[in-house]
């Protein structure tokens, strides 16, 4: 048996279909009704079967974070995809984010050590990988520096890490993977797919900060052939290539046929911008539309290299235009099936 948290994400609804295509016994944690039809979705995409595969997931209502609850969850498990993750870069929701990604994983870790399970492959992030000192590229030897000032999502997902390799001390092999900002067709209105989302409206603004992305495919690829093989207690980044998000932003409008965005925000806007946004939200109790982190993210730059992983399996990526022209196909013709 196999147990997938997170799985109505993006990546363990891509990883769902992979699993149950290959005739996997499958558990699936989920927290709402709702969420399954978005697993539906990204079925479809794959098949026209996708009722069918979906009725062969054993899907268990839980929250990681309740321990009562998820004990059940591991009878008859041998082997743990740990994909659920609170992802924010407001401030507000740290405490939160320290709940599900370190308190959730210590609960997933001790409850696979108690079951006796024999792997977990665990969905990091280059988050929780550290700086280049020298501006080169930025490898798994590159360690997370606590006294960097960090964002909370940055602190959770290193703690969650740390997390897994207790695991490993405690005879429960494991394989982390370290993904860039992952692209994947489903899931339009958070994370990486609102760009698709903001692009095809006409979003002007563009910024030059370089970071690595990835299809979600290639990470889901990557981690069922971690978990098959016999490479453990090992972590990988997976960065297909390094972009600019003007490069993103122009490519998306180009899949789409849009036009590309022309207004280049510099870091000093980014930094009176979400100055602003901050202060609006304490008066409207509303999430800010721009955290200190995510515009600072917005201009750095951070290159990462994918080579441990491409020659240790081998693993070969896809070009990111070929995903994103994947992904902008998929979500116009969502659009076109949601119309009355």
């Known amino acids: 048996m196999i147990l997938v948290t997170g799985g109505t994400g993006l990546v363990g609804a891509h990883l769902l279909y992979h699993l149950v295509k290959n005739d996997e016994k499958i558990r699936a944690i989920y927290r709402s009704e709702e969420r399954i039809k978005k697993v539906q979705e990204v079925f479809s995409f794959y098949t026209d079967d ?11 209502k839980a929250d990681i974070t309740d321990v009562p609850a998820m004990i059940p969850a591991f009878i008859g498990v041998e082997k743990v995809y740990h994909c659920a993750a609170f992802i924010s870069f407001n401030p507000k929701d740290y405490r939160e984010m320290r709940k599900v990604n370190i308190h959730g994983t210590a609960i997933i870790v001790n409850l696979a050590i108690d079951a006796n ?3 977990i492959c665990f969905v990091g992030s280059i988050a929780s990988v550290g700086d280049s000192l020298k501006g080169g590229l930025i490898t798994e030897e590159n360690e997370w520096n606590p006294e960097s000032d960090n964002s909370g999502y940055s602190i959770t997902k290193f703690g969650a890490e740390m997390e897994i390799w207790r695991a490993s001390q405690e005879g429960v092999d494991v394989a982390i993977v370290n993904p860039g900002v992952i692209l994947g067709s489903g899931f339009y209105t958070a994370g990486s797919g609102k760009m698709f989302t903001q692009v095809y409206n006409g979003f002007s603004y563009y910024t030059e900060g370089i970071t690595g992305f990835v299809g979600v495919k290639d990470v889901v690829a990557a981690m069922i052939k ?3 093989s016999s490479i453990k207690n090992e972590r990988f980044i997976l960065v297909a290539e390094n972009k600019s ?3 993103i932003f122009f490519s998306i409008a180009d899949a789409f046929g849009k036009k590309r965005p022309t207004k280049n ?6 930094a009176i911008f979400w100055r602003v946004s901050w202060m609006l939200s304490l008066f409207s109790r509303k999430e800010p539309l721009l955290s200190k ?3 600072r993210s917005a201009h750095s730059v951070s290159k990462y290299s ?3 992983i491409e020659t240790t399996m081998p693993f070969q990526f896809e070009k990111i235009d070929d995903v994103i022209k994947e992904v902008s196909d998929r ?5 076109s099936q949601n119309r009355p």
Do not use: D
């Open 293 to 295: 982190y995510s515009a």
């Open 117 to 119: 399970v024999r792997k």
């Open 331 to 335: 979500y116009v013709n969502s659009l």
């Open 226 to 228: 971690l978990m098959n």
């Open 265 to 270: 925000i510099k870091p000093w806007q980014t």
């Open 245 to 247: 998000f003007k490069e």
């Open 306 to 308: 994918s080579e441990k």
């Open 50 to 60: 996708a009722i069918n595969l979906i009725s062969k997931i054993e899907w268990f």
